[in-house]
């Protein structure tokens, strides 16, 4: 696949290890003829350990061989997340510490997530782009703040803490972008 056709959640292969990408940044050239790069931020899939990947458009990066399986939560203790495919009924285990923070977003009942099964072992978990939690705890919401961009922290149903406007108030069910942890709107 080509580097410029890369997004954010894509899996290559590299080394003969597979790795995804957290991030991408684009810097053009100033000069004529000048080729615009795209600078990546990957973890390795296995190890989780972070490297940067600055490629030209036209490079060429290898498929990383890996399944995606849809699965739900089946429940999750101190050690690992245990993971149910919803098709064949196979258990996935995966340590709890490697996807902290994906699981900052999921709920009893989330559909679209997927299990990333390389050589017939979890490697990681990836969850929608947006998903729909409820406010926790925040403070009050007061009539007339909707005007002003002013925010406020607020306490999610899984833990999670992101910034959201002022006039919402406890209770309330919001999107929010599983890629940033930016809030997005009332759901």
């Known amino acids: 696949m080509l580097a410029k056709d890369l997004k954010p959640g894509a899996i290559f292969k590299q080394n003969?290890?597979?790795?995804?990408?957290?991030?991408?940044?684009?810097?053009?050239?100033?000069?004529?003829?000048?080729?615009?790069?795209?600078?990546?931020?990957?973890?390795?899939?296995?190890?989780?350990?972070?490297?940067?990947?600055?490629?030209?458009g036209t490079d060429n990066l290898a498929d990383a061989d890996f399944t995606k399986r849809i699965v739900s939560l089946m429940y999750q203790?101190?050690?690992?997340?245990?993971?149910?495919?919803?098709?064949?009924?196979?258990?996935?285990?995966?340590?709890?510490?490697?996807?902290?923070e994906e699981m900052s977003y999921v709920t009893e009942g989330l559909e679209g997530m997927f299990a990333l099964i390389y050589e017939d072992q979890?490697?990681?978990?990836?969850v929608p782009a947006a998903v729909a939690?409820?406010?926790?705890?925040?403070?009050?919401?007061?009539?007339?703040?909707?005007?002003?961009?002013?925010?406020?922290?607020a306490k999610l149903s899984t833990g999670k803490t992101v910034?959201?406007?002022e006039y919402l108030k406890q209770g309330e069910v919001i999107k929010v972008d599983t890629r940033t942890g930016d809030f997005l709107g009332r759901a």
């Open 16 to 56: 003969d290890a597979p790795y995804i990408i957290e991030t991408v940044s684009v810097q053009s050239p100033s000069a004529r003829g000048g080729n615009t790069l795209y600078k990546f931020r990957a973890r390795h899939l296995i190890t989780k350990q972070k490297t940067d990947l600055v490629c030209k």
């Open 163 to 165: 910034q959201v406007p």
């Open 133 to 153: 939690l409820e406010i926790i705890e925040c403070d009050p919401g007061a009539k007339g703040n909707s005007a002003t961009g002013r925010t406020k922290p």
């Open 77 to 100: 203790d101190n050690e690992a997340v245990h993971l149910l495919d919803t098709e064949n009924y196979e258990q996935y285990s995966i340590a709890a510490e490697d996807v902290a």
């Open 122 to 126: 979890c490697v990681g978990l990836q």
